[in-house]
T-cell receptor
Framework: NAGVMQNPRHLVRRRGQEARLRCSPMKGHSHVYWYRQLPEEGLKFMVYLQKENIIDESGMPKERFSAEFPKEGPSILRIQQVVRGDSAAYFC?????????????FGPGTRLTVL | AQSVTQLDSQVPVFEEAPVELRCNYSSSVSVYLFWYVQYPNQGLQLLLKYLSGSTLVKGINGFEAEFNKSQTSFHLRKPSVHISDTAEYFCAVIYGSSNTGKLIFGQGTTLQVKP
């Protein structure tokens, strides 16, 4: 039973380009969470999604960032027109259906570097 | 505001010595408490969690933590550390219902185990 998968593991972008980060939840999990870890800081919640629904996006920056979790396929965190301040590790977690937010399993993360 | 405070950014300790990593959270009616470990360039691994019941929680790798509601603390302890315990440790909290999904993390504590 594979765990949470994230790809790519490392992503380099130049300022102004777009970054797409993918997260495949654990088998049977229908809830996905995205967190960002800036250098020397703890993880900060960004967004919580269920299939085809955004449940809580209170941690998402107002501009350039979007997230989706389609009926089929992985969850995507999209960052448009990246800036140097977006350089961070982005972690995805998933949990089973039925309100099991306390059962979050984390992926290995995508480390985004903006040149 | 809902927050989590890890009082020590770095904790150096000699191998086989005991260690305590401190965590305090802002007061709330109900909380779910977690400790995660992060090895360099890896994702987060759950050490232990408190949801309800006994206030002393035992986790993996010989770690344990005690929920103290009156002091709003959830300190992590290990009676004898190994070199392999060197890592970053994060305390995290879900405030209110577990359905909110949002883990709020502390800043992290770097445990440095010396031979």
């Amino acid at each position: 039973n594979a765990g949470v998968m994230q790809n790519p593991r490392h992503l380099v972008r130049r300022r102004g380009q777009e970054a797409r980060l993918r997260c495949s939840p654990m088998k049977g999990h229908s809830h996905v969470y995205w967190y960002r870890q800036l250098p020397e800081e703890g993880l900060k919640f960004m967004v919580y999604l269920q299939k085809e629904n955004i449940i809580d996006e209170s941690g998402m920056p107002k501009e350039r960032f979007s997230a989706e979790f389609p009926k089929e396929g992985p969850s995507i965190l999209r960052i448009q027109q990246v800036v140097r301040g977006d350089s961070a590790a982005y972690f995805c977690a998933s949990s089973p259906p039925g309100g099991g937010a306390h059962e979050q399993f984390f992926g290995p993360g995508t480390r985004l570097t903006v040149l | 505001a809902q927050s989590v405070t890890q009082l020590d950014s770095q904790v150096p300790v000699f191998e086989e010595a005991p260690v305590e990593l401190r965590c305090n959270y802002s007061s709330s009616v109900s909380v779910y408490l977690f400790w995660y470990v992060q090895y360099p360039n890896q994702g987060l691994q759950l050490l232990l969690k408190y949801l309800s019941g006994s206030t002393l929680v035992k986790g993996i790798n010989g770690f344990e933590a005690e929920f103290n509601k009156s002091q709003t603390s959830f300190h992590l302890r290990k009676p004898s550390v190994h070199i392999s315990d060197t890592a970053e440790y994060f305390c995290a909290v879900i405030y209110g219902s577990s359905n909110t999904g949002k883990l709020i993390f502390g800043q992290g504590t770097t445990l440095q185990v010396k031979p």
